[in-house]
């Protein structure tokens, strides 16, 4: 059978990093007030394309400035910051980030809120029409579709927040606390929409948290960070297989999981209650 070279082109490389970062910093200036804030690394990375990796770490370690290099929303001071091969200079496309705090449009409906990035991309209104009652759907939130976020509890607005991001297909999916303002319940359940859309998705997660159950939960890999400046301290594969859900926190070996976690972070945590 022969093979375009378009064919070969699209064809992804599984063995080369989805995204790789390489003695990344970044120090923020203080210009005249005193010392530079050095926030993070160097830190060293790979991250496996389709995997879901968590990242735990201290108050202030530089989780959210390590986020932010990899969805090209700041730039390392040092280092390389690679996604699918290509430096990751402005937002790559194939990337999508939801953030802690209810990023939802109040004067937007669901559904528009969901479609505002495929109407801004100018795609064609048939095919956003599939892909947002696809997500909306997938969300849980199809009883929602004409309502208002101030209708819609905190954790019904992240999923909102979720479902604009996933309708514009990212490969990567980087997560910074999206579920931090919810109760715990709330958030393992959650957890659980974010395994489904995972494996549905195929896409590679890298999700920030600073619930250790969570973490554990969630991840293939977890990355526990050191106090400020941040570099990975440890990466711990948790075994689990693809099919896991919220259940697996009863699993003989997850207490045994998250106080490894807890014991590798417990010291650097001190740390910057002691030193700020
Ligand atoms: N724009 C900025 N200017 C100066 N310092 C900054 C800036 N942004 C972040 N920092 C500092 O860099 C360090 C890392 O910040 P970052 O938000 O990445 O940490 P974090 O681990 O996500 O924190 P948290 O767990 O509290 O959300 C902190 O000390 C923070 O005060």
Known sequence: MSVSPAEVAVVPDTAMPHARLVGVTRVFSRRGRGDDVHALGPIDLDLKRGEFFSVVGPSGCGKSTLLDVLAGLATPT?????????????VPAGVGAVFQEDASFPWLSVTDNVAFGLRRAGVDPAEIARRVDYAIGFMGLRGFADAYPAQLSGGMRQRVCIARTLVMQPRLILLDEPFGALDAQTRLL??????????????TVLLITHALDEAAMLADRVGVMSARPGVFI??????????????????PRFGDLTGHLWERLRVESLKHLREG
């Not at 440890?234 to 699993?251: C, L, M, N, Q």
């Open 78 to 90: 040092s280092g390389t910051a690679e996604f699918e091969g290509r430096p990751i200079a402005g």
């Open 190 to 203: 959650m957890g659980d929409e974010l395994l489904r859309m995972w494996r549905e998705t195929g896409a």
């Open 234 to 251: 440890d990466i711990v594969a948790t075994g689990w297989d693809a099919e896991r859900d919220s259940r697996i926190v009863s699993h």
